[in-house]
């Protein structure tokens, strides 16, 4: 670690050297091997390197942060400048919380993908090689590219406080996209994600995670229908990557909401409670937040009602011992996870309960605004009537309010699926307008 150790603090010094009061920078190295498929047989294989450095400053009470790729002193003292730059003319005007402004490490020691050094290459390639056998023979109307990876990354956290942190994760994982074809038809892009453990190589990747779900998904999306009549308001059913996503708008919004500024407060279903949770032990699709006996839980919102941030107002220098602390006892709570509690509803019954609506499968379009409106085209999803659903969709335009949503919830699946560190249901909102 002896590099990224000189890299972290030539850049603290550089930072502090250009005006810095507070600094913080986190340096990392990965190397990554890949392997590609091109089509359905050819196979590319590749390695690459890249460094990062993350630059954090503080000057006159204002925040500014940026990453280089560029690793000479001259480099770093113009990067160090740019930052200090950018503290004292774009952030003019802003009102920042005390949080916000907080040096200090936020990070766990390990990740909860981490993996162990002696990982079985060659079993892990052969694994692949079966992958696309399988594509080839069991779906042959699917057009594929595939990868297949291991990273191994390294990285160290400095401050101006004198905390220091050093990880070293390793993992592998696999990825698919394709599109189903026939005559003239054809799906959207499908696409599933695997994130490796040694045990994983044991399983053909094909029968792990959504692999499957989503290889039919493709070829249920290939002859797609327009909803009969004009536009009307029905059931919207969000999948759980998407409530993940829209869960993140809500935290985000009530960490930086303020009196009278003039945007909407989140209003969520008194059945809506939104957390972060930190354990011993890895998270799995269908599990809970109080995932193991010494799991930590707080709320975002709870039954319905925003939970206030106890330490919102901490000062700066509680707020780093507080992360210095956390910090230590992160070797053993280093599972972290957030998402929306399960509802008590089977995805079954969700279904049925609709009288007419669409089964969402994602929303491409515009990010919600600062008010939170947003509208997009539905694509990979489904029409449903009367508790059925009925045919996939042609593009069909959906709208409404990232702050308003969680409000008109009908009902919660009881299953949940993890994407990304984010553990969330199904839910059934009403009220949306289809088009």
């Not at 956290?157 to 994982?173: A, D, K, M, V, W």
């Not at 599972?335 to 509690?341: L, S, Y």
């Not at 919660?412 to 009220?431: F, K, M, N």
Request: with cysteine; glycine share 8%; hydrophobic share 35%.
């Amino acid at each position: 670690m002896i590099e990224l150790r000189k890299l972290a603090m030539d850049t603290i010094y550089a930072l502090r050297e250009a005006g810095a009061e507070q600094a913080e920078c986190t340096v990392t190295i990965s190397s990554t091997e890949e392997s590609n498929s091109l089509g359905k047989a050819v196979y590319l294989l590749r390695e690459f390197e890249n460094t990062n450095i993350d630059l954090t400053a503080i000057k006159g009470g204002i925040k500014s942060t940026m990453q280089i790729n560029q690793l000479d002193e001259e480099s770093l003292r113009a990067a160090a400048r740019r930052c200090i730059a950018m503290a004292e003319h774009v952030g003019e005007g802003r009102q920042w919380d005390p949080e916000q402004l907080a040096i200090g490490y936020k990070g766990s020691a390990q990740s909860s993908a981490s993996l162990p050094v002696d990982i079985d290459k060659d079993k892990l390639y052969r694994r692949f090689e079966e992958l696309m056998d399988n594509l080839r023979d069991e779906y042959p109307k699917i057009y594929s590219d595939a990868m297949v990876g291991l990273i191994h990354e390294k990285s160290l956290y400095l401050n101006t406080s004198g905390q220091e942190i050093q990880e070293e994760h390793h993992r592998c994982f696999c990825g698919w996209q394709g599109t189903a074809v026939e005559g003239r038809d054809c799906s959207n892009t499908c696409f599933f994600h695997l994130d490796l453990n040694p045990q994983d190589l044991d399983q053909p990747f094909i029968d792990q995670g959504s692999a499957r779900k989503a290889l039919e998904e493709a070829l249920k999306l290939i002859h797609t229908q327009s909803i009969p009549g004009q536009s009307f308001v029905g059931t919207l059913i969000l999948p759980p990557q998407m409530v993940a996503g829209y869960c993140l708008y809500i935290k985000d919004r009530i960490a930086h909401m303020k009196k009278d500024d003039g945007y909407p407060v989140p209003v969520c279903h008194p059945s809506v409670n939104i957390y972060n949770a930190i354990s011993s032990q890895p998270y799995k699709d269908n599990a809970s937040p109080h995932n193991a006996p010494d799991a930590k839980v707080t709320y975002v919102v709870y039954q319905g009602q925003i939970v206030p941030d106890s330490a919102k107002d901490t000062s700066e220098d509680d707020k780093s011992a507080y992360n210095v602390r956390r910090q230590k006892g992160s070797s053993v709570l280093n599972q972290h996870v957030f998402g929306m509690e399960a509802g008590h509803v089977p995805y079954a019954q969700l279904i049925s309960g609709v009288k007419r609506g669409v089964l969402l499968g994602s929303l491409q379009g515009n990010f919600p605004g600062p008010d939170g409106d947003f509208s997009g085209a539905a694509k990979s999803s489904y029409y449903i009537e009367d508790g059925q659903i009925k045919y996939p969709l042609i593009e069909t335009m959906i709208s409404g309010n990232i702050y308003e949503i969680f409000g008109s919830v009908e009902a919660i699946s009881e299953e949940t699926e993890l994407h990304y560190g984010s553990l969330t249901p199904w839910i059934a909102v009403s009220g949306v307008t289809i088009m």
